[in-house]
């Protein structure tokens, strides 16, 4: 079986990853600070945004691919793609903001924390029954 449901979130995933990192590099440049945050608290924000979504994006893609390669329908892992991307994308948003949108940012994590739970839970159940 060739996966088509995880290539489709993992590039929209990695497209936003490009943006997110962007916005670091611009920021640094702007702020004149090559490693560090150099104090900067919004190029300190920047790089927040950036590594929490490195930090909950792959395991997320993983479980999806695995999900798929044991044979999970279509419109489950279009589910679990859609709750990835979308928390992704919330908390971003939502921790990015000057001031933090609170709400997005956390109604973000539940979508991330739902789908990694609920695709594990699918993985551990099919790899045991």
Same mark, same amino acid.
């Given at each position: 079986m060739i996966p088509t449901v995880t290539p489709l979130y993992a590039g929209i995933l990695a497209l936003f990853l490009v943006y997110l990192s962007f916005q670091v590099i611009f920021r640094r440049q702007s702020a004149k600070v090559s490693l560090g945050d150099g104090d900067d608290s919004l190029l300190s924000k920047r790089i927040r945004v950036h590594a929490n979504f490195v930090e909950y994006a792959p395991i997320g893609l993983i479980l999806l691919l695995m999900a798929e390669l044991q044979g999970a329908p279509l419109w489950v892992c279009h589910i679990l793609g859609i709750m990835l991307l979308a928390g992704r994308v919330m908390h971003a948003k939502? *921790? #990015?903001?000057?001031?933090? %949108?609170?709400? *997005?940012?956390?109604?973000? /994590? %539940? *979508? &991330?924390? #739902? /789908?990694? &739970?609920f695709a594990a839970i699918a993985n551990i159940a099919h790899a045991i029954f």
């Open positions: 939502g *921790l #990015a903001a000057d001031p933090q %949108i609170v709400p *997005l940012r956390k109604n973000g /994590m %539940i *979508l &991330t924390f #739902a /789908m990694l &739970t």
